[in-house]
């Protein structure tokens, strides 16, 4: 049985470091890829253990952080806990206070993890712990990795036999273990009693002057305790992030694999290089992703549904067999076979419903629009309910701010409004209303009526040529009268 159901498991996350290289105020483990804060990647994957605790460790901009772990706290299901590192005294001296939060006579094993290996998920965890149970009497197991370029990582050097015997930092290594590939990933499970002792022991004789975690290693073997390694073969699972650079590639691989998991769950994705999906999207089986999509947040998609080109998508929720087509969009739903776009904008609180259609160049707002409503092109509607089965005609506006306060427009179901109908809200359309083209609306019009703006239409004769004489369309309109006088000479 593993450790993971067997006894009782804290996990450590390290996150009080400065994070200079980031060249940012905003703290290191809190960039975001794939819709999660470095800092929340690593909060899930620590949560996938069912651990006891997870407790992390801030220092620099420590309110910024610890309010953001209150914030996805309550979606992990287990006791989050933070400590604070007032000084960067090395990782040694971050765990040490990471225990001081746990009870002194806390037994089992803890986890040590960093805030900035994103792609370290909840199975690398498992494995870890459950080859740490394997032995007796574990002290350590190291998660190592073997990388091409190991520059800047701890070494981890074996005897002939293949035990680890310690983790030599970059600082510290000579010519022949710098040439050492298999690295330290920075993340450890260990006998909380060991891990107290050992701690106890460690000192800052080393060329950073600091309490390095990775010495707890060398003193378990003098302890005659047994130290492990736990290899992975893919040694991007726990690339660290210390640049923009390095941000950028671990979110291409993290983006990667998510478009990966897609395609064999049955989601066709037509152009991979083009398309960013977040580790929270949800996507059923017949979905087709066009070129340059981007979905974020918790968006859902549809059995048979088709998105793009060109959509961004942030928490919409799209029904079945339906079609997006070069639209942005976010906090929205649209209704199994509704049709959105070309060129669609769709703001929080839209609610499209089932077979309607949402056309070119319409925005929405807090608006629900019915079922096979259709609103073609054109258009602005804000703060509004429109019926099942009506028609708003095109370059209509919802005329919801009065300057001050937003009011609500109510339409009905199978009314036909006529092309540049203005509603000033707030107001109500009955079911079944016809309007004419260019009706402005500021009263409630009752069921089955027909409305229109009936002021007429003015004819000022040769305004062309006495207001605006020499222009193009003078002469053009002179030429006209001319061809017409010709003509009708002719005629008699």
């Known amino acids: 049985m593993s450790k993971t159901a067997a006894s009782p498991i804290t996990v450590i996350i390290l996150a009080a470091g400065l994070g200079t290289r980031m060249k940012s105020s905003t703290p290191k483990m809190l960039h975001s ?6 800092l929340e990647h690593a909060l899930h994957a620590a949560a996938g253990v069912s651990p006891d605790n997870i407790v992390v460790v801030t220092g620099h901009q420590r309110e910024r952080v610890q309010q953001a772990v209150r914030h996805s706290a ?8 933070t400590a604070v590192q007032e000084e960067q005294n090395g990782t040694g001296h971050a765990v040490m206070c990471g225990l001081s939060v746990l009870p002194e006579d806390f037994t089992g094993t803890i986890l040590v993890t960093t805030s900035d290996v994103p792609l370290l998920d909840s199975a690398t965890l498992h494995d870890l712990v459950n080859v740490h149970d394997q032995h007796p009497r574990p002290a350590v197991t190291v998660l190592t990795a073997t990388v091409p370029n190991p520059t800047g990582y701890g070494r981890i050097v074996r005897n002939a036999s293949g035990e680890v015997l310690s983790i030599v930092e970059e600082a510290d290594a000579n010519e022949d273990e710098k040439a050492i590939t298999e690295v330290n990933s920075g993340v450890y499970a260990f006998d909380a009693a060991q891990l107290h002792r050992s701690l106890e022991l460690l000192d800052t004789n080393n060329e950073q002057g600091e309490l390095y975690l990775t010495d707890v290693v060398s003193i378990a073997r003098q302890a005659d305790r047994p130290v492990r390694a736990h290899h992975l073969d893919d040694a991007f699972t726990v690339a660290g992030v210390n640049n923009r650079v390095q941000l950028a590639d671990v979110s291409a691989e993290m983006n990667r694999r998510i478009l990966v998991h897609w395609m064999l769950e049955g989601v066709t994705i037509i152009d991979p290089a083009t398309t960013w999906i977040d580790v929270d999207v949800e996507l059923a089986h017949d979905v087709t992703i066009l070129p340059g999509c981007q979905l974020h947040g918790h968006t859902t998609v549809g059995e048979g549904s088709t998105l793009g080109p060109d959509c961004s998508l942030t928490n919409v929720t799209i029904g079945c067999n339906a079609s997006v087509v070069r639209a942005h969009g976010s906090d929205s739903v649209i209704g199994d076979g509704a049709t959105v776009g070309p060129w669609a904008y769709l703001r929080p609180g839209t609610h499209l419903g089932t077979d309607s259609k949402m056309g070119t160049f319409t925005e929405m707002k807090n608006a629900t629009i019915g079922e096979g409503t259709k609103v073609p092109h054109l258009t602005y509607v804000g703060d509004a309910t429109v019926g099942d089965y009506s028609n708003i005609g095109a370059s209509s506006v919802f005329v919801n701010y009065d300057g001050v306060n937003k ?21 109500t359309v009955g079911d079944g209303v016809y309007s004419g083209a260019g009706t402005v609306i500021r009263h409630d019009v009752p069921a089955g009526a027909l409305t229109y703006s009936d002021a007429p239409q003015r004819i000022v004769n040769d305004w062309v040529l006495h207001h605006r004489p020499g222009t193009a369309a003078a002469e053009a309109a002179a030429k006209a009268q001319e061809d017409a006088q010709k003509d009708t000479q002719k005629k008699y």
């Not at 009011?407 to 409004?417: D, E, K, Q």
């Open 407 to 427: 009011h609500h427009t109510t339409i009905g179901s199978h009314v036909r409004m006529g092309s540049d109908t203005m509603y000033v809200a707030p107001v």
């Open 33 to 38: 890829l794939c819709g999660r804060t470095m």
């Open 74 to 81: 309550g979606d992990l299901g287990c006791p989050v806990l």
